[in-house]
């Protein structure tokens, strides 16, 4: 078993076989689910050995990196929860994907709660799930959300400037008011970061409910001409310049995103 500064951590190992995201790693480890040589790991800061040691997920060989990440996106409806699992056996985002795909190891990008909808990012790549999600890599999502309320121009800076809520600071890239009435607002947000309910709380925090909220953008990719309950997968174009994205390269992110 490999322990050393010369191995590499566990949880990226799992990621960039698919197995899961790195986040996902740790859960994977706490449930018992991994075994390293034959024993069940229960250190997910562990290194190991790609090359020599043995790591099996339920009882299984890992399967090798994929030699390229496929991805593919799907529109979510509401009333679906973004999970591969539901402990109240609510229906999943899983349950919109075609049968074939739903046999696949598909990895999601980034979650929606269940009464909002819009694009969710499916990927075999822990590693890009990874560089999508983290905020680190300052990968932009774009939501369209009514509220009902005024936030005001206040408001709105101060959801740019950054807010704390229950501990966590919680910041948009960008909010922009695109049209008000009837006492109901609508708004362009940006996030780089992923905070459970995190637009819904910020402008809770400002004492506006949020109505309806649409993620229609990640990155460089669109729900462009899917509807509700669609998936579709990503084309080799699209799939390079999510990649290059999802690498940190902001200049070419947003000449991607124009």
């Not at 996106?73 to 009333?79: C, F, N, P």
């Not at 269940?114 to 680190?136: A, D, I, Y």
């Not at 999502?141 to 400037?161: A, D, I, Q, S």
């Amino acid at each position: 078993m490999t322990d050393s500064p010369q191995g590499e951590k566990i949880q990226k190992v799992l990621a960039r076989a698919g197995a899961s995201s790195r986040r996902g790693a740790e859960k994977l480890i706490a449930q018992g689910r991994v075994k390293l040589n034959g024993s069940v790991v229960t250190d997910p800061a562990i290194r190991v050995d790609p090359a020599a040691d043995k790591l099996e997920v339920d009882g299984k060989p890992l399967a090798p990196p994929p030699a390229r990440p496929a991805a593919l996106i799907l529109y979510k409806k509401i009333g679906y929860v973004t999970s591969a699992d539901d402990p109240h056996n609510e229906s999943t985002v899983y349950d919109l994907l075609p049968s074939e795909e739903r046999e696949k190891r598909w990895l999601y990008a980034g979650r929606l709660d269940k009464n909002s909808e819009g694009l969710v990012l499916f990927t075999n790549s822990g590693e890009l799930v990874q560089r999508l999600t983290h905020p680190s890599f300052k990968v932009r999502k774009h939501y369209t959300v009514r509220v009902r309320g005024n936030p005001g121009g206040e408001g709105l800076m101060r959801m740019e400037r950054g807010m704390e809520i229950d501990g966590r600071n919680m910041r948009a890239e960008s909010v922009s008011k695109l049209g008000f009435s009837h006492g109901e607002g609508t708004f362009e947000v940006i996030l780089t970061q992923g905070e459970k309910r995190q637009i819904r709380r910020m402008f809770e925090a400002l004492g506006c409910e949020v109505r309806y909220l649409c993620r229609h953008r990640i990155g460089p990719v669109t729900l462009q001409g899917l509807v509700p309950g669609q998936c579709r997968t990503l084309s080799d174009r699209e799939l390079s310049r999510l990649i290059s994205a999802g690498a940190g390269k902001v200049g070419r992110r947003r000449r991607d995103e124009s």
